[in-house]
């Protein structure tokens, strides 16, 4: 207690001594009375409640409105907005559509059909037909038809043997092609 002009401050240092669940416990109650009561009537009363949590921010947005990281946050926000609003404007005119040279699909074949000609490849090729030609039948459901079994076991022995020759490869590509298609139709 120190006497100050024409008033007396009291200084407390806990800041939760009279808080409300300090209050309801112990001597807290006690102390208060006796601190406050004998200066009733004789002038102003005032109490700092800051640590009760008035006249500070008691909100997310409070806080961070009275921090330092404000102003960057809302040049952050600043920049996002207007990137947002720039991603949907063009900044000239419009260009125009280019049109591609579609190839056709038979283009596609022939060129496969070079590079593994020129890559000498024809095991690699003949097992993508081999492949392709299970998964079709399984598709279709008839993959354990026997007329489509027989190409698809020559075929096989002809990639472990290894010398498929270019007529040896449209051979084996021909027969599976047309088992397959008899398969389907049964």
């Known amino acids: ?3 100050e002009g024409k008033g007396r401050v009291i200084a407390v240092a806990d800041p939760f001594l009279f808080n409300n669940h300090s209050l309801r416990t112990g001597d807290h109650a006690r102390l208060f009375r006796k601190l406050i009561l004998p200066h009733l009537g004789n002038g ?8 009760h949590g008035f ?32 991603t949907g404007r063009r900044f000239g005119a419009a260009r125009p559509v280019l049109e591609g040279n579609d190839r056709s699909s038979m283009e596609y074949v022939r060129a496969m059909a ?24 399984k598709i279709h459901l008839v993959h354990w038809e026997d007329s489509l079994q ?3 076991d020559s075929a096989r022995q002809a990639i472990r043997d290894g010398k498929i020759t270019d007529r040896g490869l449209l051979n084996l590509a021909r027969q599976l092609f047309d088992a397959l298609e008899k398969a389907r139709r049964k």
């Open 55 to 86: 006249g500070r921010a008691t909100s997310v947005l409070g806080h961070v409105s009275s921090s330092i990281i404000f102003y960057p946050l809302l040049q952050c926000l600043l920049l996002s907005l207007f990137l947002w609003a720039a």
């Open 114 to 137: 070079r590079l593994f000609q020129r890559g000498k490849k024809r095991d690699f090729a003949l097992e993508s037909m081999v492949r392709w030609v299970e998964d079709e039948a």
């Open 1 to 3: 207690m120190i006497d």
């Open 44 to 51: 102003l009363l005032a109490v700092d409640e800051y640590h």
């Open 150 to 152: 027989k190409p698809l």
